[in-house]
């Protein structure tokens, strides 16, 4: 059975500080790793990872993915309370199947 | 521009009934997707159709049924609504194999 594991579940931070979300992943016929943003309505896409050791940043965004260990890491810098949201991560397969973690509730303190 | 769109947005159920909710997108994407959301619990696939034709189930398909009229629509069909359905549906597409998913608005269903 395919598993995305997400952790924290939550997280809060005083706005300014460096965040790390984690995701590892179990899943047959792996693709791709995805990262979304989640504020009040839908999730929004952030990123596509699909090769390891290959960092992909937009802003003070950055995500790294190991495909030997499973796992993916979003890293978040000089956070802002704009920042808070739910984070998903995602898991791509080459059936086009995209399964979801439980997500990251990240609440930045002003 | 209209991407995806789905109806309806809300809507209250009693035990029993049955409804459809509608999905279409004017992107000429391949893949389109039903997903639900409870609080706490991310989003869970119900079904998928990875192209016009085929249609496979998703991490929740029971109580569930699902058609994909064309390349453009997608519905997702509840035949005897039970409490458990209550929640938030996400209708999204996306171009095979590129991951980015675009989602509609949603649908909060309630099941009374």
């Known amino acids: 059975e395919d598993k995305v594991v997400q952790s924290p579940l939550s997280l809060v931070v005083h706005e300014g500080d460096t965040v790390t979300l984690n995701c590892s992943y179990e899943v047959t016929n792996f693709r791709s790793l995805l990262w979304y943003k989640q504020e009040k309505k839908a999730p929004t896409f952030l990123f596509m990872l699909?090769?390891?050791?290959i960092e992909k940043k937009s802003g003070r965004l950055s995500s790294i993915l190991d495909k030997k260990e499973l796992f993916s890491i979003l890293n978040i810098t000089a956070t802002q309370t704009g920042d808070s949201a739910v984070y998903l991560c995602?898991?791509?397969?080459?059936?086009?199947?995209?399964?979801f973690g439980k997500g990251t509730r990240l609440h930045i303190l002003p | 521009n209209a991407g995806v769109t789905q109806t309806p947005k809300f809507q209250v159920l009693k035990t029993g009934q049955s409804m459809t909710l509608q999905c279409a997108q004017d992107?000429?994407?391949?893949?389109m997707y039903w997903y639900r959301q409870d609080p706490g619990m991310g989003l869970r696939l119900i079904y998928y159709s990875a192209s016009e034709g085929t249609t496979d189930k998703g991490e929740v398909p029971n109580g569930y049924n699902v058609s994909r009229l064309n390349k453009r629509e997608f519905s997702l069909r509840l035949e005897s609504a039970a409490p458990s359905q209550t929640s938030v549906y996400f209708c999204?597409?996306?171009?095979?194999?590129?991951?980015?998913?675009?989602f509609g608005e949603g649908s909060r269903l309630t099941v009374l």
């Open positions: 699909t090769s390891s050791g």
């Open positions: 992107m000429n994407h391949n893949s």
């Open positions: 999204a597409s996306s171009d095979r194999g590129t991951g980015e998913l675009f």
């Open positions: 995602a898991v791509l397969r080459r059936d086009d199947k995209i399964i």
